[in-house]
């Protein structure tokens, strides 16, 4: 009997049990469009995380200051003390200093209540300066951004994000209007575009006025020069590894420590929360596609089981086709025909359905499921070797059969 003559013979033979062929096959099938379908989670899950860590800045670093400890001993954790000053900002823009960070944008953070009318609204005020829309990455939808001599004469400018400005005035139009923050009068000059949240922070949230109107009209105090953070932005993405260096030398230089654990700062990168973030995506993606893999299981079995079925049901065809010389590879290569062809339909129909929900379900979800050629190549090919792995044990079963005992079964 031919290659050809088999496949027919076995696809024959599948189609004279619809029924029972079709749910043997649905357990290959649910597992495949489950694979798929969890590997496109995972995959659009890492670029999500990467896009959010993205909109942070090109090529940022970000400097956090150590923890505080209080007269009882209780310890902050890091980002409560105030280690970082703009004194340290200024020295990490000197091109002499650090040659690789091509912008420093410094930061100093509160949480305000802002006035417009009869309006009130609660948000981040950030005080900072005209390096802070490149080293975020941020643009403005309208009117313009703090300016240098903002700076400078520590004018009561700001400039809103857009929900902010939306609360406010309802609408963000809202350039030329006037908001009070802390008493003080503020005259909104731009609005950022929307930048959507990262992980902790509504990216549209926020009124950005110049550091030095924060901390002299608005914060004060005794650290009126310390900073909450300290954005770095790179020359490129080449040099990320260089300015990192330069940056953590010159602060420990500036704080005057000698050994870098003893650091009262904390620098920290995109690759490195992008790293982290992968590495959890992974983890999660590979757990919850083992899950997966186990209906893949029950189905090799239920291929297994009909296939038994198969011989048993068969076993005076199979004694007939030995008498007449049929040599017991030919019986084997019969029933693992079968067998993969099972396994076949099963994979190609779960990765139809694995791509028709992977279509249809970012819609319903709100999330985003990458289909990923390999994932499915590799779930077809999984899916035949399914059918093959589970259908030699019937298939040989068949192959020994004696002639004799098989023409006398009823």
Known sequence: MTWWETIRTGWDAIRGHRLRSGLTMLGILIGIAAVVLTVGLGLGSQQEVGARISSLGSNLLIVTPGSSTTTAGVRGGFGTAST???????????????????????????SQALTAGSAN????????????????ARSLSDGRFISTADVADSAAVTVLGSETATELFGSPDAVGRIVTINNVEFTVVGV???????????????????????????????????????????????????AYQEADALLLNLHHIATPTSADF?????????????????????????IAALSLLVGGIGVMNIMLVSVTERTREIGLRKALGAPPAAIRRQFLVEATVLGLAGGVLGAVLGIGCALLLPGLLGTTIVVSPAAVIGS???????????????????????????????
Request: aromatic letters at 4%.
């Open 266 to 290: 904390t620098i920290s990168s995109q690759q490195t929360l992008l790293a982290t973030a992968t590495s959890v995506s992974r983890t999660l993606t590979i757990l919850l596609t083992g």
């Open 84 to 110: 970082l000053t703009t004194d340290d900002a200024d020295a990490l823009a000197s091109p002499v200093a650090a040659p690789d960070i091509a912008a420093v944008a410094p930061i100093k953070s509160s």
């Open 192 to 242: 950022l575009a929307s930048a959507g949240s990262d992980a902790s922070t509504n990216l549209d949230d926020q009124a950005v006025v110049p550091i030095s109107t924060a901390s002299n009209r608005l914060v004060g105090g005794a650290t009126r020069n310390a900073v909450s953070t300290i954005y770095i932005q790179a020359a490129s993405p080449d040099v990320l590894s260089a």
């Open 121 to 136: 609204w609660t948000t981040s005020v950030v005080g900072t300066d005209s390096s802070w829309l490149d080293v975020r």
């Open 380 to 410: 077809i090919a999984i899916a035949m070797a399914i059918g093959v792995i589970f259908g030699v044990y019937p298939a040989t079963r068949a192959a020994r059969m004696a002639p004799i005992d098989a023409l006398r079964s009823e």
